[in-house]
DNA sequence: TCCACACTTAAGCATTTGCCTAAGTATAAG
DNA sequence: CTTATACTTAGGCAAATGCTTAAGTGTGGA
């Protein structure tokens, strides 16, 4: 599985999102990050490993704590590839109207 | 399910990738975007009504061809939503920063 | 009219997901 | 030492996913 399934895959809950938008406002630890769900604290520790197997979340433990932070870069990854479709299909867009410029109504090519 | 559930979801997919890679080159048939995989019609078929439910693309029949393209404003609203995090997460580590300056090694308010 | 082509629907099946409860483990406080 | 806290693991279960094959439906060419 390539990091942008796991990434997107992450991405698609919406309590994996919520945590997210939670860890973007600030690190925090595993019991603050369930306490805005109506979920089982195991429910919530799995949604946090599919966040750390994507890399959009890291974590650290310490004592019996453990703090999550946000991954930026995997972040990016995710950004980037839509970026670039976006990027491709305006591309396109432009290389069409440019034609239709110059041959209007004329064979595509 | 929200939109962006769907939209992350259509993403997560290597298969439904490829064919919203080759949608941003240019729009084509069922069978065209089906050309490049081992795997049934069907089953591509499938993958196409996942990104057509996302609002990542639509499609539109006519005489028996149904010609698919991309549909730009669904990954606006999921790059908007990765890039507001990045931008939530930059933001504290720039109070952080600028906290350590006055008050270095100082308590975290 | 007849038939091939381009989907489209239906049914089935193995695996994965997203939860749950119950029962751990390790650390810290009393 | 004993107990509470903060996870963590294990097992189970219903629903969703990602395919498959078989059997349609509608269009257009010969």
New interface residues.
Partial sequence: M?N??LT??A????TR?AM??R????SCSVSELAQPFAMSLPAVYQHLQMLEASGLVASEKIGRVRTCR?E?AA??L??T??????T???A?LDRLGAHLQRFPEGEPK
């Fill in positions: 390539s942008l399934d997107f895959q991405l698609a809950d919406p999102r997210v938008e860890l973007a406002k600030g946000m930026p972040m990016s995710a950004e590839w839509i970026n670039r479709r976006r491709d299909w305006e396109r």
